[in-house]
């Protein structure tokens, strides 16, 4: 084996023929991909992304996301690791491996991985990590139940497979039949809750008054939020940024890339564990407004009563 060492600007044709190859859809171009590693408000010299080398040629390439962090109000360092990949030539070394221990090796205090192969499970328990299961599946929430069906038949008819873009989970969903078979009702929004499109500095400004009892959180600042909110909307489609109040108190906000006739991908939501619900309502109603056939995202737990008053 070669070396591991930082990512340097040099770098990107090599590491964009990995990741295109071994990552097919990586979202980021050249540049995109330039921009999240190099110009990162959050960028952290002790926490760079890194390339396995071997006779100064490119191998392997593991992204590091330097992201603040607060714990019980304390402020602690978090990183995100994600897009390990390695050229076919070398998966049977120990490139991936070594990619991987050298970050989770880092002045972290916290590191995580929101997606993740069968090797990079495998290599994560090795380290000492765990797979968070509650997290580890989507939801799919129908919005527009006889254009999704249509839009699905129209595929077949035409021979074509049934992407994510059009059934994000695998399954045929009761609440799609609506409340006339079903019997079931979705929960109708709050009085006095309302929402709002927001830019970086309003939501910035809400998050003290958001966080409520949420104990392990990302310290957004207005430069990250804009930055991040940048780079989403380069990867195309409708995105939705939304505060949601109630009365004049802000509970919660989201962000969702929305595409008409297709999904809308909530990207986060956050809000006290009391105002979930009122936030969840609001962010349904916009991506419906959007022209989104299907609301899709990751399960995650502080989701679960929301998803399941909507049987999704």
């Known amino acids: 084996m070669g070396d591991i060492r930082a990512l340097e600007r040099a770098d990107l044709p090599a590491v964009m023929a990995l990741l295109r190859e071994g990552l097919p859809g990586f979202p980021l171009d050249e540049e995109g991909l330039a921009a999240a590693a190099f110009e990162d408000p959050w960028r952290d010299e002790e926490l760079p992304s890194l390339v396995a080398t071997e006779s100064g040629r490119v191998v392997g390439f593991i992204r590091s996301q330097a992201r603040p962090m607060l ?113 079931h009702r979705a929960p109708e929004q709050e009085p006095g809750v309302s929402g709002e499109d927001a830019g970086p500095a309003a939501i910035a400004a809400a998050l003290p008054a958001i966080r409520g009892r949420v104990r392990l959180m990302v310290d957004w600042d207005e430069p990250q939020l804009a930055a991040t909110l940048r780079r989403i909307e380069a990867l195309g489609g409708d995105l939705i940024v939304r505060l949601v109040r109630r009365g004049e108190a802000p509970i919660g906000w989201y962000a969702c890339l929305s595409r008409r006739g297709g999904a809308a991908r909530v990207l986060h939501l956050a809000a006290d564990e009391r105002a979930v619900g009122a936030v969840f309502s609001d962010l349904v109603a916009a991506a419906a407004a959007a022209g989104a056939t299907v609301l899709t995202g990751r399960a995650e737990p502080h989701l679960e009563r929301p998803l399941r008053e909507r049987l999704a």
């Not at 090796?105 to 090795?126: E, H, L």
């Not at 008819?157 to 079903?182: E, K, N, W």
């Open 71 to 183: 714990f019980d109000g304390r402020a602690v360092r978090g990183v995100c690791l994600s897009d390990l990949v390695v050229s076919p030539g070398h998966r049977r070394g120990a490139a991936g491996a070594m990619l991987l221990g050298r970050l989770l090796k880092g002045p972290q205090d916290v590191s995580w991985s929101d997606s993740a192969t069968d090797f990079v499970v495998r290599a994560w328990r090795t380290f000492g990590g765990h797979v968070d299961h509650a997290r580890a599946a989507d939801f799919m929430l129908v919005l527009r139940p006889l254009r999704w069906i249509a839009a699905i038949a129209a595929a077949r008819v035409r021979g074509r497979d049934v992407g994510r873009a059009l059934m994000p989970v695998g399954a045929l969903p009761a609440h799609a039949a609506g409340p006339r078979i079903s019997g």
